[in-house]
């Protein structure tokens, strides 16, 4: 089975009404809220970031574990 890719819009869903800085427990839990997709939330969880101060960050911590 393929690996799903996300895509920039799909991040910005889930992190729809997020404010930064933000710590990432609480972005998980906002996408979480948000109905992402497990995995989008996984990946948050283990950035290995504690926070994120722009939204960029986050896509950057995504895409590098995706």
Same mark, same amino acid.
């Given at each position: 089975?393929?690996?799903?890719?996300?895509?920039? $819009?799909?991040?910005?869903?889930?992190?729809?009404?997020?404010?930064?800085?933000?710590?990432?427990?609480?972005?998980?839990?906002?996408?979480?809220?948000?109905?992402?997709?497990?995995? $989008? +939330?996984?990946? $948050?969880?283990?950035?290995?970031?504690?926070?994120?101060?722009?939204?960029?960050? +986050?896509?950057?911590? $995504?895409?590098?574990?995706?």
């Amino acid at each position: 089975m393929a690996e799903k890719r996300f895509s920039p $819009i799909d991040i910005q869903k889930a992190l729809h009404g997020a404010g930064y800085p933000a710590k990432a427990k609480d972005l998980a839990a906002l996408a979480r809220r948000n109905g992402a997709d497990d995995r $989008i +939330v996984e990946m $948050i969880e283990k950035s290995g970031q504690e926070q994120f101060d722009r939204p960029s960050e +986050v896509q950057k911590a $995504i895409f590098h574990s995706a």
